[in-house]
Nanobody
Framework: EVQLVESGGGLVQAGGSLRLSCAASGFTFEDYSIGWFRQAPGKGREGVLCITANDGSAYYQDSLKGRFTISSDNAKNTVYLQMNSLKPEDTAVYYC???????????????????????WGQGIRVTVSS
């Protein structure tokens, strides 16, 4: 059974940090790339950051550069989203998702579009208080 399980969310004050984890199982981790998405209250889901097909990283939103980073531990089949200097507008449910390396390679060093992601986690809530 394919599973993507997010953890590490919660309530944090503005300016604080959180590290989200995405633990993958049920598929060959090395054959997929992981992306992070989020959905703020009352808004649509948007891309945050991704591991690209060539094992680099890329942003869906340049505005997050300098605050959010992504990393991967292949030995643990886990991808992390480090979020620093959090702002109230970062409040959202955060999702990790997996796209096959084959599909992801089409986009080179860019993140694949959301519709390319085949597997999704259940999401985890992050709330940033002002």
């Amino acid at each position: 059974e394919v599973q993507l399980v997010e953890s590490g969310g919660g309530l944090v004050q503005a300016g604080g940090s959180l590290r989200l984890s995405c633990a993958a199982s049920g598929f060959t981790f090395e054959d997929y790339s992981i992306g992070w998405f989020r959905q703020a209250p009352g808004k649509g889901r948007e891309g945050v950051l991704c591991i690209t097909a060539n094992d680099g990283s890329a942003y869906y939103q340049d505005s997050l550069k300098g605050r959010f980073t992504i990393s991967s531990d292949n030995a643990k089949n886990t991808v992390y989203l480090q979020m620093n200097s959090l702002k109230p507008e970062d409040t959202a449910v955060y999702y990790c998702a997996a796209v096959s390396g084959l599909r992801g390679s089409i986009y080179g060093s860019r993140c694949a579009p959301e519709y390319e992601y085949h597997y999704w986690g259940q999401g985890i809530r992050v709330t940033v208080s002002s």
